[in-house]
Every structure is written in C-alpha cells, then in structure tokens.
C-alpha cells in the first residue's frame, strides 16, 4: 500500500512504511500534519506555513463538484419544449458525486470571478470552507431575462382576434367581471405576450420561435429536483403545494449532507479544526442572507426556526418592551395565523388592541381605510408581504412609509415573498422582516429574523442560556450584540448552512426571471380554472403571485383535493392557517394550488382536466 503525500508543491509517491516493516513515526507524523493542514477541497489553511496543491484522488474524501465555475454561457434550448416532463431518474452519486447540476442551468449574465473573501473573525480558517462554494449574491445576481412561458402554446392567442372579450373589456362565457381587471385583461398581464392552452385556438396561434425572448429551460432546472420524478398513485408527481413548503435541489440536499460529513460541529466555542469549519460555514450563511435581503449587516440577520418563531420573537422581545395598555397594533385581513396570533397574546397581557386592514372585493388591502387606523396610539403595523391564501401582493413599501409617518414601527412578514421576488429591506425601509427556509427552497426548521440595528440593540434577549452571553456570574450577566444576543443554544447549523446554499441556487437563475416565469404560469392557469364552469377564484387582485384559491360548486374542498391526489397532483385543501381572510369571502376552505418556478404548463393542463372532469360530473 502507497499513500501519496504532498511535498514542496508536487506529489511524490512513498511507501507508507519500510518494507515489511511497521509504519515509520515520522512519516506517519508528516502524513498526519499534511492531512490536517488541507482542507477537504484541497485548499490550505492561511495559517499553515507550507503549500500543498490539492489532494489526490486517492486520499479525497467525497465531496460535491458543483462549483458554479463550470458555466459557459446560456443553457441551449431545444425550439420545442417537450411536452412530457423528463422521467429519466438522475444519477445516483455513485455515477457522479453529485451531479453537475449547474451545468443545465441558464446562465442568465457572464459569471464573475469571486473576489477575494473578506477576512472572518471567527478562528484561523478565514472566509475558508470546505465546501466548494457559489458565488456570493453580490456577485452574482444576474441581469434581467425576458422569455416566454415554458410550452410551445402562445396566450397571444387569447388576445387575438379570436378572443376578442379579452381584448375589449368583455367577459367571455362562465368568467366573473372580478377575474379580469378594467383594461379586460387578466391582473399583472401584458398583453401579447404569453403563450396560451391547448385547444380550439391552438390553430391560430403565432409560431414561439418568431420571439426574440429565449425559452426558459424549465426541463433542465426540473432535473434539479430529486423528488419531481416520485410517483404518487402510479403518477408522476406534480407539486403545487409550494406554498406550504418549496421541494430542494440536489444542491441543498447534498449541502446538508456534506455538513454532517465533514464539517459537524458546534460553533463559536473551540479551537479545533471542525469547530472552524462549521463556525465559517455557519456565518457564511448569514453574509448569504444579509446579501438576498439588502441588509447593512450580518449583524441584523438572527437564525430562527422559521416565520412563526421570528414574528414571537419581535413581538416578546421588542412588542413587550414598547407595547402597553391603551397602545394600538395593526394588521391586516391577509394574514396567516402566525401573524395575529403572536400580537393577540401580547395585546392580552399588556391591554394593547388589534386593529385591522380591511380588503377589497379581490383581496387586496385598501389603503385609505388602512390611513384611518393609524394615529399617535399605534406602535407596530405587521402585514404580510403576500398572501399565503390568496396570493395577494400587498404594498409594503406604501404600508411602511405611512407607519413611519406616524411613529410606528413595521414587520413585514416576507414567508410567501421571498421565493417569488426581490427584496430590498434597506429600500422597503423595513424595521424588521422575516421569512421561512424551507418556502425558498431551502431546510426546514430554518429561518430569518433582520432587524434594523439600532433596533436590536436596544431589545432585551427573548431566550437565556449559552452561545449569547459574553460573561455571566451568579449576580449578573453579560450579553452578546446582536445577532448572537437573540441565539441562545446550539442552532439549527446545518440547516442555516442549507439556507445558504438554497440562496445560491436561486440567485444562480435569477429572482427576477423566476417572478417572470411564475407570472406568467400563474396567467395560464388562471385562464384554464375559470373557463370550468362551477370554479369561483378567491383572490382576484391585479398584482398577485404564484397562488391559485378556488372552490368548485358541489364540492367539498377535502374532496376536490382527494380527487386530485389520485392524479398525483399534491395541492392544499383547507383555510391555510388563514381562517379570518376567507370568512371575509364567506368561507371556511379553499383547494389552494400554488406553484413555483419548476412547474409547467403542462402540470397546469392535468390540475385543469382533473377540477373540468369534477365540474362535468356535478353539472
């Protein structure tokens, strides 16, 4: 047995021990010193005086080769996109350990080259991992991309002589005058400008290929989700269940998996070498973070376990700290529980009350009710960003300027926003903002607190005991800044790490071009559902993201939902922890799909014949 052991820049080849003989100690100990001194990716320590190149094959332990280094240029697309959605299961990590995932991504601007890492305080390592890492949000967020929707259909069609409703203003047959907005078009639609369904007009419509949009290769980004090719009651599986929670790309998976592999430690409280690794991934999560959001700071970004914890935390720690009797909250009529819940406990205890933005016919928040709620009495305004119900896309940054004009403080509740559209906090003016891993993609259990600075600062800690404090003695105790004021105990490490990695898939495609596609997915959709006879869409506001409430006459919610599962088409059925905004459509339960950027048309065209096949059945 040879073991090959990096010398003065080159490898050289030695017997591990003398012939027949037991290993020698000083070669074991010039082995030991090497291996420790490299990382798992092959690169050195700053701090280890002698260079060695990247370890041999034979010595490496297994570790992702997705380096985003390997784009080219843009992903070629085929003229035609396939109407079947591959079903060809990706290779096991045995044939490629992971599989190059990138590669068939669209590289929507040049790839930059990562720019030197800043210095990290945590340990001896640097900004090091040994994790081969994408490019940093600042890098890389690409320009904007134009294209068409991803099937060989064209909504041009429907704007066309042949629709001549959609065009004038008319309501064509079985469609409700509160579908469409007053140009006749549908809400957030351009016209002539997608591409449109199968059927009688298919005839008429223009060639895709006369575009100068270039196709989203949605195909190739499906092959980067492992569970798309599950099969559920001997059908392919079609997830339009993401706003619950979002599927993960191999990426993330393999992030996950690497973590506990080679870097699993706790953090921030040894000198060891796994220590270091965990801590650097650790708060290259943060940095991750700090950039998706437009925060100052890595300071203003705390871990918690998702948009729930984050939202009781405010509330226990800065709600508790400036809310008292006779003092006012407001929220609005979209919210999730996790947003009124929260407030209501705090209100009980302290004497404070709950006011309420009301919302229109289509279920967007009206603006000159919301003015008359606020006055000196009002503290905090927390809205959600959009609504996980409806899909409603709520105007924060009007909602915020008009809560600073009055002295209050503003959450934004970003758990459906944040995987549909960029965020800005610095330009929303946002004091604080939350949001869920696992609905961008990411872990669950995993989520983000940002705060204004000044503001965390002067909040009192929400939890007490280890990992948060500087110095504590029976009579006193010292805390840390913010963020590790607010993270008592061992964190969810791993799955901030996984947070991390999520992020860079999502800006490797393009925020901005995955709100693009969602649009218009979401226009196709909506013209599928409300040419069924018996469906009545809840949540008809013009601008709206990827989320598609509707109840079918006859029907129970639970059963259009059954029905639905025996096709392999996961949605959710039920008030979507969002009871008082549905009582406001005079409801109890939607079936609630929701879709995302690895959705397609042709999903769409099963989720509309399976509720036309239940509408026929009940006429």
Known sequence: MTIQIPTNNAMSTQPLHQSGGLPDPAELAQLASEFFATLPNGERHPNRAVPVPTAPATLQTRAPQHEFGQFTGLHPAPATVPTTPPTTPRAGLADNAPNAYAAALPLIDKVKQRSPAPANPFYFLGDVSGYPAGLSSADSVPTLQTFGTPTDHNLRGLLSAEEPALRSGGIPSGQSSSNLDQA???????????????????????????????PFDVNAIRRDFPILQERVNGKQLVWFDNAATTQKPQSVIDRVSYFYEHENSNIHRAAHELAARATDAYESARKKVTNFLGASSPDEIIFVRGTTEGINLVAKTWGAQHIGEGDEI??????????????QQLAAHTGAKIRVIPVDDTGQVILSEYTKLLNSRTKIVSVTQVSNALG????????IDLAHRAGAKV???????VSHMRVNVQALDADFFVFSGHKLFGPTGIGVVYGKRDLLEKMP???????????????????????????AGTGNIADAVGLGAAIDYIERIGIENI???EHDLLAYATYGMQSIRGVRLIGTAKDKASV?????????????????????IAVRSGH??????????????????????YNTCEEVDRLVSVVARLAAARK
Not at 411 to 417: M, T, V
Not at 463 to 477: K, L, P, S, Y
């Open 461 to 487: 800690p929400w939890q007490g005991g280890g990992n948060m404090i500087a110095d504590v003695t029976f009579e006193r105790t010292i805390y840390q800044p913010p963020p590790n004021k607010f993270e």
């Open 392 to 399: 409603t896309v709520v105007p924060v940054k009007e909602i």
């Open 330 to 343: 407001i929220v609005s009529n979209l919210e999730h529980h996790a947003n009124i819940v929260p407030w």
């Open 576 to 597: 979507h922890c969002a009871q008082p905004i549905l009582r406001r459509f005079g409801l109890e339960a939607t079936v609630r799909p929701s879709l995302a950027f």
């Open 515 to 517: 709100a693009r596609y």
């Open 184 to 214: 006749g078009s549908f809400y957030f639609l351009d016209t002539g400008r997608f591409p449109g369904p199968h059927g009688s007009h298919a005839g008429a419509l223009p060639n895709l290929a006369s575009s100068a949009r270039p």
């Open 411 to 417: 959450l934004i509740d970003g758990a459906q926003s």
């Open 548 to 568: 598609l409430s509707f109840v079918l006459n006859g029907y129970q919610t639970e059963e259009v939902g059954k029905a639905l599962n025996e096709e392999g």
